[in-house]
């Protein structure tokens, strides 16, 4: 590791540092670091890895964690700096995510007011609890910010695909914070959309529900169902590269009449169960955490019915007297090709054609 920046202007208070953090260059490789001292005692250094992910350095000999949480974010290893000094750290890697640089900022504030100077183990056992907290609430938003994201890019796809008549009932049928087996639902045909930052489609299954046909809103039969699974990788912010959420709206936005996207706010605000803490567009779309650009890096489109892919179905489990089905969760490794070019339909165009197709909805005349 190349130590290329040994900066420091106290107070190390929060609003400095995530300020700083947010200036913060990704490194050019994994042996190089451009390293933000906290301190003047270099006790504390925070970097970006090049991925992009922050990073909290201690310098020092191993710290032993106990929480889990914890656990699974330290390592420790020897690096060399810029000058030749050798650096034995603990490092915390944070997720590769654009809030988690505020969490950054807020777990270095806090090791160095709980005493990291001068006692470097004490001041690490005592911010422990808060460092598990931080990053499980932090990954929890993470989480609903990236199913958001990825919800609101298959409906635009749709939207624009589609007859601009029938842009208020593609979104009408997206089912945003309320619970369904479907996060849309284009009249007879299901869709379940999983997004993820990872480079395969590997996804959370909440139950067999979601991957076993069942019956539209109005009742009928479903006719189809797929799930969409799109990747994505967040950008570095001010890069000009990808589409952000609040464009994401914007575009929503001008594709419907003024009631239907006033509903479709409350939705976006409601998502994720709780809206003093969801995303307001009118207040939060200036703010740097929503503005951190996306691109997407594949777009996959599953045939869940049939032998494909062999999903658990609800009737997997009619024998079975003391299982409920509906709470049954697993995980699934999707392979990128199941059966020539038909299963999965690849690249969002043709995914929304085939959606539409399915559905009878129709596709916009060019």
């Known amino acids: 590791m190349s130590d290329t920046s040994a900066e420091f202007a106290p107070p190390a208070s929060f609003e400095w540092l995530r300020d700083e953090i947010a200036d913060l260059e990704r490194s050019r490789d994994a042996a190089s670091r ?53 650096l034995a750290a603990s490092r915390i890697v944070l997720p590769d995510a654009p809030h988690f640089d505020a969490v950054a900022a807020f777990l270095a504030a806090e090791l160095l007011e709980r005493g ?33 994201v990825g919800e609101l890019v ?25 619970r369904s087996n479907r ?40 006719t189809a169902l797929y799930l969409l699974s799109l990747g994505i990788r967040w950008q570095p912010s001010g890069s000009g590269a990808g589409m952000t959420l609040p464009e994401l709206v ?36 200036l703010r740097s955490r929503y503005r951190h650009p996306f691109r997407l890096t594949f777009e996959r489109l599953y045939d869940v019915v049939g032998d494909d892919l062999r999903l658990p179905q609800v009737s997997d489990f009619d ?26 339909v690849v690249g969002l165009p043709d995914i929304s054609r085939t959606v539409l197709a399915e559905s009878a909805v129709g596709v916009r005349q060019a």
Do not use: C
């Open 319 to 344: 024998s079975m007297s003391a299982v409920d089905a509906a709470t049954v969760s697993f995980e699934v490794n999707l392979p990128p090709q199941v059966r020539g070019d038909r299963n999965p």
């Open 34 to 86: 451009e390293l933000l001292w906290a301190d003047e005692g270099h006790r504390l250094a925070v970097s970006r890895d090049p991925r992009g992910a922050v990073e909290l350095f201690l310098p020092g000999p191993p710290l032993e964690p106990v929480l889990p949480q914890v656990s699974a974010k330290l390592d420790h290893d020897a690096w060399t700096t810029k000058g030749g000094e050798p």
């Open 183 to 222: 996060d849309l639902q284009v009249r007879t045909v299901g869709v379940e959309v999983k997004t993820t930052t990872g480079a395969a489609s590997h996804h959370h299954i909440q139950s067999p529900l979601q991957v076993t046909l069942g019956h539209a809103r109005d009742g009928q039969p479903e």
């Open 116 to 148: 990291l100077v001068d006692d470097r183990e004490g001041a690490f056992r005592a911010t422990e609890p808060i460092i598990a907290l931080a990053i499980s609430r932090a990954e929890i938003q993470n989480q609903v910010l990236l199913g958001l």
């Open 250 to 285: 914007e575009d929503l936005l001008a594709r419907l009449p003024s009631e239907d996207g006033e509903d479709l706010l409350a939705r976006i605000k409601q998502y994720g169960g709780d809206a003093a803490t969801g995303y307001d567009h009118a207040r939060d779309r």
């Open 154 to 178: 298959a409906l635009l796809a749709l939207v624009r695909a589609a007859p601009s008549a029938a842009a208020a009932e593609i979104v009408g049928g997206w089912a945003g914070s309320f």
